[in-house]
């Protein structure tokens, strides 16, 4: 059965760190682009970061640069999304996803996704 699990999600005070997880259920996600996005309360989903299958390339959205790190582990399925000098406006549920697509940053192009991790950051 296709899987995507989150985990690593909490309270955090602004400046904090967190580093969520997800775990895939299998070796076919090693050859899958993978992406975090988030969705805070009334807004829609965004996108947040991405990794290729090789976990060679990443690509973050503008608002994370140099805060939000992606990685994969060397079996390439699991995948990480380290959270530094967290803001009251990181607070979300935060997803991740899998494609066959090359580097999306649209969450139609995803063709798995996780049930999602709350992440709650205090001012």
């Known amino acids: 059965q296709v899987q995507l699990v989150e985990s690593g999600g909490g309270l955090v005070q602004a400046g904090g760190s967190l580093r969520l997880s997800c775990a895939t259920s299998?070796?076919?996600?090693?050859?899958?682009?993978m992406g975090w996005f988030r969705q805070a309360p009334g807004k829609e989903r965004e996108f947040v970061a991405v990794?290729?299958?090789?976990?060679?390339?990443?690509y973050n959205v503008d608002s994370v640069k140099g805060r939000f790190t992606v990685s994969r582990d060397k079996t390439k399925i699991t995948v990480y999304l380290q959270m530094d000098s967290l803001q009251p406006e990181d607070t979300a549920v935060y997803y991740c996803?899998?494609?066959?697509?090359?580097?999306?940053?649209?969450?139609?192009?995803?063709?798995?996704w996780g049930q999602g991790t709350q992440v709650t950051v205090s001012s």
């Open positions: 996803a899998a494609s066959r697509a090359i580097m999306p940053t649209h969450g139609g192009s995803y063709d798995y």
């Open positions: 299998g070796r076919i996600f090693s050859t899958y682009t």
């Open positions: 990794i290729s299958w090789s976990g060679e390339v990443t």
